[in-house]
């Protein structure tokens, strides 16, 4: 019997991912006594790391790419940097073509402004003229956005009224951001290379259809200031980095803990009961970073939870889409046939590849929609090893692809591991139509992980949902679910709460603010605060 579950704590927290790591660590180091507990082994939830195909091989089986991460607030809090090292490519998205041209961005914006022109003059100016207001927006509002609790919506828009850029923002964040992106650009291989972008901040291309996007993610689409991280050695490494600040800070972490319910007495959450029969009392708070469904429908019960949240619960959405995913041990990394046409192709951090026209895309878009498997094979990739080589042997490398998939697709009667064989070879063949050297002699090894696996392991992402919830204008920001649950002394801290999915910290790290400002205990840090940051901005004559 382990003695981490035979003690009362100030406060529990339910899930050992980077939300739960982060509450904890805040929390921790503010003096509280804090028992972190994970239902799994291991921890870091999707920054999962594995040598999956063959030894010395490190595949990223879930998360892979991270937005900004060594600026956010936690990570300069918690001083990760000491313990985790960050890859910031040049190149950042890349696009090849059949006709043997290339679409490439970077993070300097001359260089991607040239790139665009090569495609269509007046599409490069339109990203020149959109990267100044991004910029600005993405600094003064985004950032300062996603890390603080959301204002009301009428304060918001309010504030944001006030300046030439918040207009910017709230007109566009008003609209439907394929509309925007047709709007803006004339070159198809130009749109089509901004959708896979919009479709990275939390919608991909089966949501990006939803009628407004109040988090901005189209803005963040031109901005080439902050963007996409590479974890040195594999994600995991964030997640061993995030242990080693809550268990430095004074945390207590214990695997294997299976939660039969969150105890609730007086009306008010008191700890935890284990399947056993064991309790472990909070005397402050429990915090669950799990999905909506799983906190309040089976560790709470609907009887315990008043009309007006239940209503909340029945409504809250998923994605309808899951990911078909296939890692690869290679000899060498993809090389392009458009490396011709531009040599950094080879090196863009994120691949987008298979789709040629809109009318692709829209075809693949219905496929998922309806639940059947998508006749085009469209995909995201990258060059991992190429540009971390410790994520291989010396002289081998890596390379995914993440295929948009229903999560119980139509098979025809077909069994479910023939399909995936049979999937992951049209992959390999589409792959191998833009990168040549993608053939059956440079692929020492290949696993194939689809969201039939993952939401075995990953119980949160339900339905396949890797975000635990949709990104739809219904349940962000100011909709979001919240911190704060209608039983006192509980919370919600996983993605669920505003900024949603995705490795961000965002949930984890407001949430601690939210605990500190109820237990009166004056943070060690000093909180971002969207409210002050709006208004900041200049107002307008």
Not at 38 to 49: F, I, V
Not at 158 to 185: I, S
Not at 192 to 199: D, G, M, P, T
Not at 299 to 318: E, H, M
Request: charged share 20%.
């Amino acid at each position: 019997m382990s003695k981490a579950l035979e003690k009362t704590y100030d406060g529990i927290i339910i899930g050992a991912g980077h939300h739960g790591l982060i509450l904890g660590s805040y929390l921790a180091k503010a003096g509280l006594k804090i028992l972190l507990v994970e239902r799994r082994l291991t921890y870091g939830g999707g920054l999962s790391t594995r040598e999956a195909t063959l030894p010395g091989f490190y595949h990223n089986l879930h998360s892979i790419n991270h937005f900004h991460i060594t600026e956010t607030p936690w990570f300069k809090d918690l001083e990760i940097g000491e313990r985790v090292t960050y890859i910031t490519p040049r190149y950042e998205f890349g696009q090849a073509h059949n006709d043997g041209t290339a679409l490439v961005l970077g993070r300097d914006l001359e260089e991607s402004v040239a790139n665009i022109g090569r495609f269509s003059k007046k599409d490069a100016e339109t990203f020149r003229t959109w990267n100044l207001k991004a910029e600005k927006i993405t600094r003064d509002i985004l950032l300062a956005e996603r890390f603080s609790e959301p204002l009301p919506q009428a304060e918001r828009d309010a504030l944001l009224a006030r300046t030439p850029e918040g207009r910017d923002f709230l007109a566009v964040a008003a609209r439907q951001p394929l509309d925007v992106v047709r709007e803006l650009f004339e070159n198809e291989h130009v749109q089509l290379l901004f959708l896979f972008k919009v479709s990275l901040f939390g919608t991909w291309l089966v949501d990006t259809t939803s009628k407004t996007s109040p988090m901005g993610s189209v803005i963040r689409a031109f901005d080439l200031e902050s963007g996409y991280q590479l974890c040195q050695g594999g994600s995991f490494n964030l997640a061993r980095g995030l242990m080693e600040s809550f268990i430095a800070n004074g945390g207590t972490f214990q695997p294997q803990v299976n939660i039969a319910k969150i105890v609730i007495e007086n009306g008010k959450a008191t700890g935890i009961e284990l399947a056993d029969g064991r309790t472990v009392r909070a005397r402050q708070f429990v915090a669950s970073t799990l999905d909506v469904h799983q906190t309040f429908e089976t560790l709470v019960g609907r009887a315990q939870l008043p009309a007006p949240f239940l209503s909340k619960i029945d409504k809250f959405q998923y994605t309808a889409w899951s990911l078909f995913g296939v890692h690869w041990a290679l000899k060498e990394s993809p090389r392009f046939a458009a490396e011709k046409f531009d040599p950094n192709i080879n090196r863009a951090l994120k691949w987008s590849l298979g789709a040629e026209t809109m009318e692709d895309l829209f075809e693949a878009h219905e496929d998922t929609k309806a639940g059947r498997v998508p006749k085009l094979v469209q995909f995201g990739s990258g060059p991992l090893s190429l540009l971390d080589p410790t994520q291989a042997p010396p002289g081998r490398h890596t390379t995914y692809a993440w295929h948009v998939m229903p999560l119980d697709p139509a098979l025809g009667g077909q069994r479910y591991e023939n399909f995936k064989e049979e999937f992951s070879d049209k992959i390999e063949q589409t792959f191998a139509r833009y990168c040549p050297n993608m053939t059956p002699d440079n692929i020492l090894g290949r696993y194939v992980y689809t969201g039939r696996e993952y939401v075995q392991e990953m119980v949160n992402m339900r339905g396949g949902d890797i975000f635990m919830g949709a990104f739809n204008a219904e349940q962000v920001m100011y909709n979001h679910f919240g911190y704060r649950s209608p039983i006192p002394n509980l919370y919600t801290a996983g993605s669920g709460s505003h900024p949603g999915g995705g490795i961000s910290g965002g949930a984890g790290y407001i949430t601690a603010g939210v605990i500190a400002e109820d237990l009166g205990i004056k943070p060690w840090w000093t909180p971002v605060n969207a409210r002050r940051a709006l208004e900041k901005l200049n107002a307008s004559d």
